[in-house]
C-alpha cells in the first residue's frame, strides 16, 4: 500500500510515518517547508493522510478528491492505526501530552510497546521510537477539533484542562465536555486530583493523581534539585518507594505521576515505573538546555499557553537560577486575542523579556491583533518589553540581555526554536 502524507514535518506526522512503514506500506510525504505542495506528489498513492495546519485548497488534496484517492486525517489515521494494537493508552490534556507519553514510553520500553509521539526525545531515549511493540500502543490524544475521540483506548488520561483552541472551542464548558467525551470511553480512566477544572470529569469509576491527600498516586517530599527532583511516591497512603527525575520542575512531578498510575494500574511493577522514569532523559523543546552564552544558560521550549508559560519560568527559578530572561513568540491569532491578559500576567515573572511576532500556524491573520498588542499589554502592566519582526533582531537583543542573566529561555510553539539554534550556529 503506498500512503503519502501530506504536511510530514510535524512530529506526529513523522511518527506515523515511521510506523505505517513498519507495517509494510510505502510512504511519502511533503511540507510546505521541505519540498512544498505539488498534485504530482500524491499521484499513485492508495491514500493520503493529512495534518490539521494543512488547509482545505491544498493541491494535493485537491488532487486526491479529484482523482479518486481516499482522504484521511491525521487523527483518523491514528485512530485506525492503533486500534490494531493491544491496550491503546491515550494521553490528553491542555498541556504535559508529549513529556507524559515519552515518560510512558520509558516506562513500558521492555514491554512489547509502540510509542506515538508529538515531539522527539532527547539523544539519550531517541531509540524508543523505532522499537514497535504490539503488546500496547501509547499515544498522544490531541483535544483539537475533538481529535482525540477518533481513538478508543483502553487507558485515558487527562492530565489538566485548559480553555485553548478559541477557534474551535466557544469556551471553557465546551472543551471540557470534549474531554469528558473522551475520558468516559476507557476502562481505565487516570484523571489529575488537583486540576479544578478537571472536576466534572471525576463521575464514575476513575484514579487520581496529584499532591493532594485525597488523590489516589500522590507525590509527597518532593525536593527539586538543579537539573531534576526526587519525590515520594505514594499509592492510597503506602509509600511505595522513592522516584528521581533527571527533569526538574513540578510539572513533570505531575506527568511522572501520571506515568506511573498508568502502568501501574495495568500491572506493571513499581521496579519498572522506577526504572523507567529514572532513564527518561527529556524531549526536545521541553526546557531544552542548549549550550551558554557566557556564564548564561540558553533553553528552548515548547511553552505556548499562559500556564505553560508560568510552569517553564516557575520551574527555572526552582532549580537556582536567579535572572530569567525571555523570548517569547506568540501562536495563532485567535489565541493571543482571547488570552491576552493572561498571557501579559504569566510573562511578568521574566527579568528580561523579548517578544516576537505572531506565528500564524493554520490561521489567517485577525486586524488589530498582533505581537505589538501583546507587547503593549505589558508595558501598561509595568513590564519593560520590546517586539520584533525579524529573528535576527529578537537574537541581537537576546545577547544584551544574556549578559545581565544566569538563564534564557526562548518560548513558543512555532519557529522562535530556529532562533534559538541559530543563535549557536553562528556564535
Do not use: W
Not at 101 to 107: Q, S, W
Not at 273 to 283: E, I, N, Q, W
Amino acid at each position: 500500500m503506498n500512503i503519502h502524507f501530506i504536511g510530514c514535518a510535524g512530529a506526529s506526522m513523522r511518527g506515523l510515518m515511521r510506523i505505517a512503514e513498519h507495517e509494510g506500506a510505502r510512504v511519502s510525504g511533503s511540507d510546505l517547508s521541505l519540498c512544498g505542495h505539488d498534485a504530482s506528489f500524491v499521484t499513485g498513492a492508495d491514500l493520503a493522510v493529512y495534518s490539521s495546519a494543512v488547509p482545505a485548497d491544498n493541491p494535493e488534496i485537491t488532487y486526491a478528491a479529484q482523482h479518486g484517492i481516499p482522504l484521511m486525517s491525521r487523527a483518523q489515521f491514528l485512530g485506525q492505526t492503533a486500534a490494531r494494537y493491544g491496550t491503546v493508552i491515550a494521553v490528553a490534556g491542555s498541556h504535559g501530552k508529549t513529556t507524559a507519553t515519552a515518560m510512558l514510553g520509558c516506562i513500558f520500553a521492555p514491554f512489547d510497546a509502540t510509542v506515538h509521539l508529538g515531539g522527539e526525545y532527547c539523544a539519550r531515549n531517541e531509540r524508543i521510537t523505532d522499537v514497535f511493540g504490539k503488546r500496547y500502543f501509547i499515544t498522544e490524544a490531541c483535544e483539537y477539533r475533538r481529535n482525540f475521540l477518533y481513538l478508543a483506548p483502553r487507558v485515558s488520561v487527562v492530565l489538566n484542562v485548559e480553555l485553548d483552541h478559541t477557534d474551535y472551542y466557544r469556551d471553557l464548558n465546551d472543551i471540557t465536555s470534549a474531554f469528558s467525551v473522551f475520558s468516559q470511553s476507557a476502562a481505565l480512566r487516570v484523571l489529575c486530583g488537583d486540576d479544578q477544572n478537571s472536576r466534572p470529569l471525576r463521575v464514575g469509576k476513575f484514579v487520581d493523581f496529584g499532591f493532594e491527600e485525597h488523590c489516589v498516586f500522590r507525590a509527597a517530599d518532593v525536593r527539586p534539585m538543579r537539573g531534576g527532583t526526587r519525590f515520594v511516591l505514594l499509592y492510597r497512603g503506602r509509600v511505595l518507594g522513592e522516584i528521581e527525575l533527571n527533569v526538574p520542575g513540578r510539572h513533570n512531578v505531575y506527568n511522572a505521576l501520571a506515568a506511573a498510575a498508568v502502568a501501574l494500574g495495568v500491572g506493571l511493577p513499581f521496579a519498572a515505573v522506577r526504572d523507567g522514569l529514572r532513564s527518561y532523559g527529556g524531549v526536545k523543546r521541553r526546557l531544552e538546555k542548549l549550550g551558554a552564552i557566557g556564564s548564561c544558560d540558553v533553553f528552548t521550549d515548547y511553552a505556548h499557553h499562559p500556564r505553560e508559560i508560568e510552569s517553564t519560568l516557575r520551574c527555572l527559578r526552582e532549580a537556582g537560577y536567579e535572572r530569567i530572561g525571555a523570548a517569547f513568540e506568540p501562536h495563532t491569532f485567535s489565541r493571543t486575542r482571547s488570552l491576552l491578559d493572561a498571557f501579559a500576567e504569566a510573562l511578568l515573572p521574566a527579568d528580561d523579556l523579548l517578544l516576537g511576532e505572531i506565528y500564524p500556524a493554520r490561521e489567517q491573520p485577525i486586524c488589530g491583533v498582533s505581537g505589538q498588542l501583546l507587547c503593549r499589554r505589558l508595558l501598561d502592566a509595568g513590564k519593560p518589553t520590546r517586539c520584533f519582526p525579524t529573528f535576527f533582531q529578537l537574537n541581537e537583543a537576546a545577547r544584551v540581555c544574556m549578559a545581565r542573566n544566569d538563564a534564557f529561555v526562548y518560548m513558543g510553539a512555532g519557529t522562535i526554536d530556529i532562533a534559538a539554534r541559530r543563535l549557536f550556529c553562528c556564535d
